[in-house]
């Protein structure tokens, strides 16, 4: 099952020239349908927040966002209903630096960038690959048997253990798709 991962930003004559005949699926908040439905930022609603009995976020990104931690401001539940895609993403000088991910509302745990990216980001978008994402997951092996896919992504960071440049969701994808799902090291 020959899937790989691409820069989005690179030009799709070089992506055909390097893959030729390979089927190719941008899976960006850019993507066509329903390639965008990978998005992180994609808001299929119902995303379980981990360590929460009743919450839920739209999105993976806004979870994420969501749960984060700064300096100067705690979570910000309002990321967690945000559907357009839009303005999900928190930073800025304003709030101080990031001292990590709440591990859900009202724990009293912070978790740092690694574990964080473990216990909630991985969590979270493979709950919406197995629970909002079944038939474009089986479309994509289907495309995979027939020959190689190509992931379009912003980033192209395979290794969750690479905590200096953010993560490829497309390699999850491709993880998802291989049966190899990054598992948490024990300590």
Do not use: C
Not at 44 to 50: E, L, S
Not at 104 to 113: A, D, F, K, R, W
Request: net charge positive; no cysteine; aromatic share 10%.
């Amino acid at each position: 099952m020959p899937v790989v991962i691409e820069s989005r930003r690179k030009k799709a004559e070089t992506v055909a020239q390097r893959w030729p005949g390979a089927t190719v699926a941008d899976v960006t908040s850019k993507g066509p349908e329903p390639w965008v439905r990978f998005s992180p930022f994609f808001p299929h609603g119902g995303i379980p927040i981990p360590n929460t009995s009743h919450d839920t976020a739209a999105s993976v990104e806004g979870l994420w966002q969501g749960l984060k931690v700064f300096e100067k401001e705690d979570i910000d539940p309002k990321k967690w209903a945000v559907t357009d895609m839009r303005n999900i993403k928190r930073a800025g000088a304003s709030r101080g630096a990031v001292r990590g991910h709440r591990f859900g509302v009202g724990s009293g745990t912070l978790l740092g960038y690694r574990e964080a990216r473990f216990r909630i980001y991985l969590p979270a978008y493979a709950w919406v690959l197995k629970n909002r994402l079944a038939r474009e997951i089986e479309r994509l092996r289907e495309v995979a048997r027939a020959g190689t896919v190509v992931l379009l992504d912003y980033e192209t960071n395979a290794d969750v253990e690479d905590l200096s440049r953010p993560l490829s969701h497309a390699a999850l994808v491709r993880h998802f798709l291989e049966e190899t799902w990054p598992e948490q090291p024990a300590n």
